[in-house]
């Protein structure tokens, strides 16, 4: 995971203007009310999954795509959703210009999954809620992992053959997990 940090670079997704921050580990604001996560939290997140190169990821909330672009170094397959259409029209350039082209971006709400990839090995949620959203939960594979802030804490869970296991991790703040999309 540390491999990946370093080969993508973080300027590429903070705002224009911003880059001197870029390599601060800090949450910076990319547009219409919503941040870009610090380098730890994302390496909390990330690490707490355990990925392996043969997974198959969703990501909810794409946001700057930093953490969509560390996925694609991480694992074989990454599905990401963005609510912010402004948002998506500009993440699928930076993603190629990274080098990270090979993640399937789409504009919609996330909390309705992605569901013709589904299951997943791992589904990773960058926004806040108090529930899992049940789509999220039944595209998760037997055996599979999904990180999402719940109550602001993030929290793991594992899916076993018919119930969830949950185990809290470190506190946070997080933008809001909303339904539906946006324009702006
Ligand atoms: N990991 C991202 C986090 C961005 S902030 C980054 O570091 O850049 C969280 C993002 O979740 C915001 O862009 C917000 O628009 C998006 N979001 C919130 N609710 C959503 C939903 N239901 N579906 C998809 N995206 C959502």
Known sequence: MLAAFGEVPRHLFVPSGLEHKAYTDAALPIGGGQTISAPSTVAVMLSALQLTSKDRVLE??????????????????????????????????????????TAKLR???????????APYDAIIVSAGTDEV??????????GGRMIIPLKGRINLITRGRSDLRFRELSQCRFVPLLPGHTKH
């Open 107 to 117: 504009a919609g709400d996330g909390m309705l999954g992605w569901s013709e990839h």
């Open 133 to 142: 959203p049940s789509h999220l939960a039944e595209q998760l594979k037997a």
């Open 60 to 101: 909810v909330g794409t946001g700057s795509g930093f953490q969509t672009a560390l996925l694609t170094k991480l694992v074989s397959e990454v599905y990401t959703i963005e609510r912010n259409l402004s948002l998506v029209k500009e993440v699928g350039n930076k993603l190629i210009e990274a080098g990270c082209g």
